[in-house]
């Protein structure tokens, strides 16, 4: 009993964390049970609430996770971290059942259907076109039971009845053929390239007979998976500032992106991990940067854009890299143009496709009726000091405090969790950009590498910004639609890390108070982010 507790060993602490996880499950029977006698049967008649049952367990099970890791919060706090980002993001997923509570669902959804079965065109089933496309004619039977009166309605409080039988109705259409197609296209293989590992699961169990409802949960899993193992991935590179990327990898919105169909999930991850790669290089000037570690890292970013190739100024910090890193005035020369010609190729396959092949067409129609890209483009180009201001207006209060809870406390159409909660965390960004820091950052923390940061920062946001204004928004609008915050999420890290200084550092010698620094943060983040999906979801599943 005793060896084991210790958890010393890697045996240790998997036989404990077993032990702890059956003593979670236990805890949370228990509540259940307790609930059943104060609240009665759920709405399914039964005396317990899987999603309740699975909430309890969350809970117990990252905090078991403290205990069986005590040892390492200070030195390998990553270990933690990625049982925290997986309990949390994988419980999530998983709760969400056939329900649709994340921004743009439906096209996540048909983009992983089109590559299903590569370059060939698909019949979708009643169910894979009510997914994809929202409420149609084809199954009246389905739309009894979504209790949605349009595919802009994503969620009220319906209770586990009604999803569940919205689940079993999804399960019976998918044996009938709606008549509606997708293709895809192998010119968009690097945009689609976030859904494509979801894609392959979608293929496997379609071939194995899974049924719907089953098929589109273990389909969304794998989101949750890979986010949760490339942020892991990244945290290790770092030699500090780990705690800072934590915050940013756990921000509640962030978690709950991964969640779900998107490819936000995938720009996130991949830049947090490429960031990483790069501030790895800029702690350790001693150490000569290889081929493998440079590769790794703008593999990393020419991978997190594939999505949204508007992010590509990003790429350009690393020419934030010294020459004193490599071997050779060549080698570093041979990089440089590396990193801008990437730079400019990951900009091309957004840019020539959008100006020289399809156009700026007429823009986005959920921008509604008056939005005209060409239009738009017009008039930038006849009025561009007048353009500078809407864009200046805008940028000042997208940089708000206010604006911050959109890319923090925002569960997409659940709404918002608490305001302190929002508060909270936007002292725990405050609190860990200023003194997550070491020895190893005064390297990195320069006005140089401060000023460069910032400003990649503002022009990737005034380019999102002006691509948004000129496809979503109204010809001549004042503001600019469809720039949601949480389009900032994958600048966080990449600008925080360099702001402070390693003279702020704290803890500075002191273990013990180090242990409990990162403690506090690594406990803190998933109990809000829990927290938060009580509030606006799991409380109503009963």
Known sequence: MQNFLTCRTQRDKAISLGLLSLLSLGVAVIISFVCYIRIGLTSLGTWYSLPWVGFVFTLGFIASAFFVFRHEIKSKPENLFLVI????????????????????????????????????????????ARMAYGPSLYDQEIEVYAGFEDQFTYWAPLGLKTLNEFSQALDRADSFIDGRTVKGSFPQLYQRISSLPASLVYALCTALGVPFSVKYMLTRLIYA??????????????????????????????????????YDYWINAFTLFAAACLVRELQTPDQPITSKKAILMLGAFVLAFGPKAIYFPVVLLCLLIPRSKFSSAWSSRVFRVSVVALSLLIAASFAVPYFFITGPGTGDFRGGSDVNSTEQIRFILSHPLEYFQILFTFLFKYYSLPTSREFIGLY??????????????????????????????????????????????????????????????????????????????????????????????????SEKLKTLYNAFVLAWMPFVYMVGLWQVFIRFLY
């Open 412 to 509: 997409a159409y659940l709404g918002f969790s608490s305001r302190m909660l929002w508060l909270s965390v936007c002292a725990l960004i405050t609190f860990t950009a200023i003194t997550d820091k070491s020895e190893f950052d005064k390297p990195i923390c320069t006005w140089k590498s401060r000023t460069g940061a910032i400003l990649i920062n503002v022009i990737t946001a005034s380019l999102i910004a002006s691509a948004l204004y000129v496809s979503y928004t109204a010809v001549g609008s004042e503001t600019v639609a469809g720039c949601q915050p949480r389009y900032l999420i994958p600048l966080l890290f990449c600008t925080l890390v360099f702001l402070s200084s390693h003279r702020l550092a704290w803890p500075r010698s």
């Open 85 to 128: 980002v997986l309990s949390t993001t994988c419980f999530s997923s998983l709760s969400f059942g056939v329900h649709a509570p994340s921004w743009d669902v439906g096209h996540h959804f048909r983009y992983v259907v089109e590559w299903a079965k590569p370059n060939t065109e698909i019949t979708l089933t009643t169910a894979e």
């Open 225 to 262: 998976l890979i986010y949760s193992f490339v942020t892991y991935f990244g945290m290790k590179q770092l030699k500090s500032g780990k705690m800072l990327f934590a915050v940013v990898a756990l921000l509640p919105t962030a978690v709950f992106i991964a969640s779900d169909y998107s």
